[in-house]
């Protein structure tokens, strides 16, 4: 990214604050500028960067020696600026953003729960991650923590979460959860609730956590991805993708150009495979037994393509470090050609039905309205932010390999209620499918995959993808040994989530269902 | 609504004779029969995430598409696990689900069975065991089958619950 705009002018603002950061070399996490600064200024730095306008799009740590080293990542019109810092690992008292940036409120949170960072000015001091299986004086990320852990036999139920109450006449509390009623993930929903209206709804996560960033340490290059494959069964290809870009950028390693359409490919398949399945269960969720059955078959067969072409039905294991796994035979790219076509004339069939349903439209507009103002104090991402007004999507803001080459068009509304993500969600479908097809007209020959480098060792980098669900970032740092000692992939439901709490305020109880699925955030994915 | 009509119409009946190996087939035939002996033609299954990748959920959800169509064997998926026949697990089990599945478990009314559905349900997978993960669902409860594939696809598993009925 050009070195003009935001950044600068926000490194001029610090120096006036009497601030005093160190500029990383320009290759060191590249895109993003990195700038090291110390402990005591970080809450001021945030404070700084929330006066700038700029979006928060997560913090995470790395234990490393003695030192827990802190990054934060902020945006601003898709230039990426790093905060970094470092504190001592028996002594890690640091000022929180989420005065300034809610949206990271839970990060730090896993941040304590995970690496034992205090974060002193924290607004509300709870735990999140960590439920029963590991106890409060231990933390899992720490270098001398045993992947095995120290956990008790049996883990207890989290029975003493200290949910916030709502009192006053007629109030009642609704509790759901962790196994809820259909067949979805599981997690813990609290409503407060009067008559058939919502009051306040408190989301408790992290019942799917399995130690993701635990599990990738020591891994290789291919261990890793394969790990990220399953980070979110849905977003397979997303999330390998941004994994795999963050150790391509570590060890400064071209995927062909034949290889970065194919995973462009790959990605907007997984698009089109969700928005299909979600739209359909929207539509669902409001009695519309049509658009289920009609939008689940167009999704059945689009999921048996990717068995013929790619061999697997959610493309996990397709993006590897380098590249993709295989290349497709002629017939192959026919068929993905074919199937283009086919969906873009079922779709031209079936969206007016969906969109001048009368009973639909009673249903789904004004229903979960989602404020700009929110989504923008949120950092709220993909559909969900860009159906509140938020015109922003990586592949044209941040033009990554092979988007920079290519025209991506990105819809906004400003209703921001479960009818406009629905039409977001429709005209990224119809986006996706112009740019499968433009990527299949001008597919580059050669290589799809490099070789990994050996000797890749001591380094770090950044993914930056806009996956199905909005931007994820993904953060690798390779050993001495060429192994990994970091890795976090920062799903958009970390934020996403939070505006499923904002938005169901004021909406009836029975609709809690279909603004949830509006959203679909991710819980394996954010529970990590 | 005319619209609605002739596109239901023009789509026909997509469902497909299932499964289409003649071997399973025969199979599929026999345990319906069995559906009909032992459950009163209607088998119940509680399906449970006790911390999947939800990569097993969505081609679990695929058996409701219209090409599987899985309740016209007489499978059919409830909202709780009291009114279940068989519990259908997928995901390493997270020690935060730990407590859970073993509740749900215990509100299945017997006779029941449980069917552990991917490769994390067999053996842990890609989690293992950990300082999060207990491993495969048979650490947890008793598991009766094992449906293997990262994830099953939704063929896999009609073969899978179909063998859980033979056994």
Known sequence: MSDTGAIPAFLARLADAHIVVERAPSERLSPARVVTLAAADWGADGKLAFEASFRHA???????????RLFACLVSQGNYLVLACGVPANESGLASHAPYFPGVDRMEHHLHDMLGVAFIDHPNATRWTRHQAW?????????????????????????????????????????????????????????????????????????????????????????????????????????????????????????????????????????????????????????????HMQFGRLREIWQRGNQTVFDHRLLMD????????????????????????????????????????????????????????????????????????????????????PYDALEVKSPCLTDGDVASRVQIRAEELRDSLDLIENLL???????????????????????????????????????????????????????????????????????????????????????? | MLRVLNKIIETGTVTETLPRDPSLETLGYQVQRQIERRFAGSLAIRQVDAG????????????????????????????????????????????????????????TPSPKFVIASGDCACTGGEFATSYASCGGVESVIPVDVKISGCPPSPNDLLAGILAALEN
């Open chain 1, 441 to 528: 007209r001008q597919l580059p020959e050669g290589q799809v995959s490099a070789p990994w480098p050996e000797g890749t060792a001591g380094v770090d980098g950044i993914g930056l993808i806009e996956g199905w669900r909005g931007e994820i970032l993904s953060y690798v740092r390779f050993d001495a040994d060429g192994r990994v000692a970091r890795f976090f992939p920062r799903d958009p439901s970390w934020f996403n989530w939070q505006a499923l709490e904002r938005l169901i305020h004021g909406n009836i109880v029975p609709d809690f269902p279909v603004c949830n699925k509006s959203i679909n955030g991710s819980y394996s994915g954010h529970d990590l």
């Open chain 1, 58 to 68: 997560g913090i995470w740590g790395d234990h490393v020696d003695d030192e827990i």
């Open chain 1, 135 to 291: 106890p409060e004086d231990v933390f899992p990320l720490r270098a001398d923590f045993p992947l095995d852990g120290r956990a008790p036999r049996r883990a207890r139920a989290d029975n003493d979460y200290p949910f916030a109450s709502v009192l006053g006449s007629g109030v009642y509390e609704i509790p759901v959860g962790p196994v809820h009623a259909g067949i979805i993930e599981p997690g813990h929903f609290r409503f407060h609730a009067v008559g058939e209206q919502v009051l306040r709804l408190e989301e408790r996560l992290g019942y799917t956590h399995k130690g993701v960033e635990k599990l990738a340490v020591g891994r290789d290059a291919a261990g890793l991805a394969r790990l990220a494959n399953r980070i979110s069964g849905d977003s397979a290809v997303s999330h390998a993708w941004a994994a795999c870009m963050a150790m391509e950028r570590a060890a400064s390693l071209q995927v062909p150009p034949r290889g970065q359409a194919m995973r462009a490919i790959l990605a907007e398949r997984e698009r089109i495979a969700n928005h299909l399945g979600d739209i359909g269960a929207i539509c669902n969720d409001v009695g519309f037994a049509f658009a």
């Open chain 2, 52 to 107: 999947s990748c939800n990569g097993c959920e969505l081609e679990i959800h695929a058996l409701n598409n219209p090409y599987y169509d899985i309740e016209r064997f007489g499978i059919h998926f409830v909202a709780s696990p009291r009114h279940a026949d068989a519990l259908l697990v997928t995901g390493p089990v997270s020690r935060h689900m730990e407590h859970a599945l073993r509740t749900t478990w215990m509100a």
């Open chain 1, 318 to 401: 397709r993006v590897v470090p380098g590249g993709i796994a295989a290349d497709i035979s002629a017939e192959g790219l026919r068929l993905l050609q074919s199937q283009c076509v086919e969906l873009s004339r079922e779709l031209d069939g079936l969206m007016p039905i969906i969109d001048d349903l009368p009973s639909l439209e009673d249903r789904l507009v004004m229903t979960g309205v989602f404020s700009e103002i929110d989504a923008r104090t949120l950092g709220a991402l993909g559909y969900v932010a860009k159906a509140s007004g938020i015109d922003y999507d990586l592949r044209r803001d941040h033009g990554y390999a």
